[in-house]
């Protein structure tokens, strides 16, 4: 099962650009998290943001998180090639400290040198 | 943090045969560890909850007798392919939840020929 939705599911962007990616989740959660992976490879933890939480930064990262809508956005800044990948959000949902981590969708994000 | 260590990181067998996965916490204890398959484009779908000294809980449509999931310590979980087919080939990963945050092994990509 998947909690969440991702949008938008291919992003194409020139270096330099920022990029934006949306997450919506449907239960009430402990923390949200994003993750990066490369084609074909592992997941790459990227920054974790709790419930009680807005806003969290991280190098060229920005999460944002509004509980209210139960979404979430994760912001690239200054895009290099480099970040091409697909990017997911990630939730656990509020029941016990170690519930299931359920993935959105995803978004794929290519940074055209 | 933590660590997750998965083992082998790829696998090539031959249809019919048996394929077992390892996925271990190298620094911490897990009375809960997730596994997860991935085909290729798409997201990382839940299979199933891994219980330390219990049985494992299945997500709907996973097939229990086909995919063997055992996680006799608190460190160690496995998963088993059964009678591996073409279609079970896929990226298989497994996380460990420590103080509500996941942590991922690096993933086991498994091709039946």
């Known amino acids: 099962s998947q909690q969440g939705e991702e949008d938008p599911q291919a992003l194409s962007i020139q270096e330099g650009e920022n990029a934006t990616m949306n997450c919506s989740y449907k239960t009430s959660i402990n923390n949200l998290q994003w993750y990066r992976q490369n084609s074909g490879r592992g997941l790459v933890h990227l920054i974790l943001i709790r419930s009680n939480e807005r806003e969290k930064h991280s190098g060229r990262l920005r999460v944002t998180l509004d509980t209210s809508k139960k979404s979430s956005s994760l912001l690239i800044t200054a895009s290099r090639a480099a970040d091409t990948a697909s990017y997911f959000c990630a939730t656990d949902a509020r029941k016990t400290s170690y519930d299931k981590v359920i993935f959105g969708p995803g978004t794929s994000l290519s940074v055209i040198p | 943090g933590a660590v997750v260590s998965q083992h082998p990181s790829w696998v090539i067998c031959k249809s019919g045969t048996s394929v077992k996965i390892e996925c271990r916490s190298l620094?911490?204890?897990?009375?809960?560890m997730f596994w997860y398959r991935q085909f290729p484009k798409q997201s990382l779908m839940l299979m199933a909850t891994s219980n330390e000294g219990s049985k494992a809980t299945y997500e709907q449509g996973v097939e229990k007798d086909k995919f063997l999931i055992n996680h006799a310590s608190l460190t160690l979980s496995t998963l088993t392919v059964t009678s591996a087919h073409p279609e079970d080939s896929s990226f298989y990963i497994c996380?460990?939840?420590?103080?509500?945050?996941?942590?991922f092994g690096q993933g086991t990509r498994l091709t039946v020929v």
């Open positions: 996380s460990a939840p420590r103080n509500t945050e996941a942590f």
């Open positions: 620094d911490f204890q897990a009375t809960t």
